[in-house]
């Protein structure tokens, strides 16, 4: 075989998504298969499939990096936080490295995502990247000079599990999230979330998508959701704001593609920043879905 590619696994709840990279970051192999629920050792052995088939493919062996739900505890060098449950507790990199007989990066799938858009995306060039994923969950990664800022407890960019800044009464104490607490921002920002906000005031439950769709075309309902979720948004992203002062925020996710999204959480977001100005901008992902497992592949930069 040639010379080394990069490898990114992305280990999501549904599916295991494999990409090999070459030097300058063209893709040479890409595949995405079903995930195995519930067990670990077929994720073990899917993962090991996946890494053999991109090598395969691409005709060189690789570097090889791995997004998962949750991070590696510091400490016990285990998954934890994964809501992929049969993950936690288990030592994935030791094991990966036994299988494939090499090192293994790991890192949060959101850390990821935040590398992916810092190195080649909408991020490129930029010191300080904030990458915000809004999808079925709520996360986040800091990526600072092109490295994952992963922190002393490996729990930088958990934002999603911080509560809802300056909640309304209505808000408080905010819906249960899986983490054990509530009021999350996990449970307002997610797609559940958003679906669950529109049901409560309606009775009628609609996919985040459907809501955004209804709200551009005018519908009271879906447009008074919208417009919930956005203050929420402008609000959590403003406490990120006032802490990290990222050059850039980049925004991925399913919930991401609402239209006009953006234009107004921006237009919202000022009267919370301590500041007489922002010039942070807030963009749309360049790679999509395809982030986490490209910032998988990055983690060997």
Not at 42 to 63: H, K, P, Y
């Amino acid at each position: 075989m040639a010379s080394k590619c990069r490898i990114g696994v992305d280990l999501g709840g549904t599916k295991i998504e494999v990409i090999a990279l070459g030097a300058s970051g063209a893709v040479l192999a890409r595949q995405r298969t079903d995930s195995p629920r519930g067990s670990y050792e077929n994720t073990l052995r899917s993962i090991t499939e996946a890494v053999r088939w991109a090598e395969n493919e691409a005709g060189t062996l690789g570097t090889v990096g791995v997004g998962t739900p949750g991070s590696v505890s510091p400490f016990t060098g285990e998954l934890r936080n994964a809501n992929s449950t049969w993950l936690n507790g288990r030592p994935l990199r030791q094991d990966l490295e036994r299988r494939l007989d090499r090192p293994v990066r790991i890192a949060n799938d959101a850390n990821c995502f935040a590398l992916s858009e810092a190195v080649d995306g909408a991020g490129k060039g930029a010191n300080v990247v904030f990458g915000v994923i809004v999808g079925t969950g709520t996360g986040a990664g800091i990526v600072v000079n092109g490295r994952v800022l992963e922190g002393a407890n490996g729990i930088a960019g958990e934002w999603g599990h911080n509560p809802l800044p300056w909640p309304l009464p209505e808000e408080w104490p905010g819906p249960a999230c899986y983490c054990g607490r509530r009021g999350c921002i996990e449970t307002f920002l997610s797609g559940p979330g958003m679906s669950a906000d529109h049901l409560a005031a309606t009775g009628e439950m609609l996919d985040a998508r459907v809501i955004g769709r209804r709200a551009a075309s005018g519908e009271p309902a879906c447009a008074a959701t919208l417009d919930r979720y956005t203050d929420r948004m402008a609000r959590a992203l403003a406490h990120v704001i006032n802490v990290l002062d990222p050059d850039v925020i980049v925004l991925g996710g399913g919930v991401s593609r609402v239209t006009s999204l953006r234009d107004s959480v921006v237009a919202r977001w000022t009267r919370h920043v301590f500041s007489d100005g922002v010039n942070t901008p807030l963009l749309a992902a360049v790679h999509g879905d395809a982030g986490g497992v490209r910032g998988a592949a990055w983690l060997w930069d």
